[in-house]
């Protein structure tokens, strides 16, 4: 009778029904969360921490006792830091030129209103998409000495490298802080304007604050992918420039060195887990700032104070445009004439002894292995992000969802390199004895997917109110009714770009393939590696058309997705 009852004051404003909702998370819905979750769990452990652990086993445990006396070694030789100070100062200066570049453009093309803006938003995302060894096949077109821009000589140096840098992760920037741009409340500004503040005065006290956490995330994402970057540094690099991540392609292919090989994959992973932190928390910065109030309207004509970024913008697309352009023109010509030759040898193998299939089969193998990929990356991705954009009330179950959407970011951290090459020392005995299969490819393709499709899906699933779900639980609705009820309308369109942008992905992956594709089963990124690895005009001839095919097929996949307009690039 004198049962003492609970009252609010036990809890926080707003949080009496916490120790409910907790036990919530812990049966039912929750539980079933967590069963699904071991599915993509089982799956990073089988195929990501297996092989890297591998690798790193080999490199620190030579004779099965922990030996880091070659540590100091490998840290102290000449080739070493000079490929450490390489990755660190063309990664920063990729980044801020990136930055100089990418800020007018984001203005022009997401504050502006002018005829073709459409069209120049997709120019400029273009290049993000593109795989990266054709990338580097561009710009080695565009200055090597039979190139448009081959009398700068450039080609050989630096300098292409750092070009192919800005051009490739110009998006990031563009979309990133032109997506928070376009929803920044217009009335801040226009304040400052009214009290005598000149257009420059507006935008460093008024302007730039509001974009910090945008311009922060941008900005680390793009030292990362600079970091990172694997096809075009080993295309415009060669032997003289090199970055971590190529290091440890060489350390592993041609020195045999895992000691050295680990030492560097390790480092890499210290790094980018240092980045995707402040990332994580620059993009917690950005949700917690963004206006919710929709600007897109307010969109203005071009102004007289306007021309400067309109100026830098027209530069930018056509620092896009050259590199394609010239790759296309290269392509049809040989011997000084226009000709579809390069195209026709590409559809027989016996044009060349570096082909032993035709590229037509070549890229039958990646469109058939990118499906596979897709399929492996959407599906498990669907997953982890519906698990993860879950806010238990209990802190130690937040610490946990947190820890799942982190370990699925891991693959970013670690070299496709130390990934492929791990896959074939640990996948090497039954029953996992998967060496000669084809699916390694599509799995490995996978794994590099797999976070882009989490970090596009999560965000919208956490946008969605929770009471949606609860309301239709509370009309009788089982927990995956409720969820599909509130989530499944608003997925439909982010689950086709988290698709598209995983194709291509998979289409462009390099760094792993190269090690797993079978010699009778190459895809086109490996057939375009082993052609401009050769001398003769005949070769660059025809990795220069294997590329424009490429392209062309990425490109169309990502013309479909840009139509979906769904801003997923720079959410990680």
Known sequence: MNTPTPTPTATRPGRTAAPGRRAAYLSGSGVALGLAALVPLAFLAVFFLLPVGGMLARGFLPEGRLDLSGVPEVLGRARTLRVLWFTLWSS????????????????????????????LRAVVVMPFVLPTVVVGVMFRSLLSSGGPLGSLGWDGTWVPILLAFV??????????????????????????????????????????????????????LVFLFC????????????????????????????????????VLSVLQLAAVVLMLTLAARARRSTESTRPRVGARAAARGPRRHDIPALAVTALAVGFVLLPVGSLVVRSLRRGGAWTLENY?????????????????????NSLRTAVDATVIAMVLGLIVAVVVSRRPRAAGWRRVV?????????????????????????????????????????????????PLVVRTLTPVLRSIDPRQREAAAALGAPPWRAAWTAEGPVLARPVLAATGFAFAVSLGEFGAT???????????????YQLISRPGAEHLGMALAASVVLAVVTVTVMAVVERLRVGSVGTF
């Open 92 to 119: 920063l200066a990729g980044t801020l030129l990136t930055l100089v570049l990418g800020l007018p453009v984001a203005f022009a093309l997401y504050r502006l209103r002018f005829p073709g803006r459409g069209l």
């Open 167 to 220: 051009f490739f992760n110009l998006a990031v920037v563009v979309r990133t802080v032109g997506g928070m741009w376009e929803g920044l409340d217009r009335r801040a500004e226009e304040s400052a304007a009214a009290l005598g503040a000149d257009p420059w005065q507006v935008w460093r006290t008024v302007t730039l604050p509001a974009l910090a956490p945008a311009v922060v995330s941008a900005a680390t």
């Open 227 to 262: 970091s990172t970057a694997f096809g075009v540094v080993l295309t415009l690099g060669g032997l003289r420039y090199g970055t971590v991540e190529t290091e440890i392609y060489l350390l592993t292919t041609q020195f045999l060195d895992l000691q050295g090989a680990a």
């Open 344 to 364: 026709r040898a590409l559809t027989d193998p016996d044009s060349t002894p570096v082909l032993r299939v035709s590229v037509v089969e070549a890229v039958e």
């Open 402 to 450: 947190a820890g799942l959407d982190g370990a699925f970011m891991l693959p970013l951290g670690i070299s496709a390199v130390t990934v492929g090459f791990g896959f074939l020392i640990t996948l090497d005995r039954p029953p996992l004895d998967l060496r000669t299969s084809p699916v390694l490819v599509p799995v490995a393709q996978a794994m590099v997917a797999l």
């Open 514 to 528: 190269a090690f797993l594709a079978r010699p009778d089963r190459p895809t086109v990124p490996v057939v375009i």
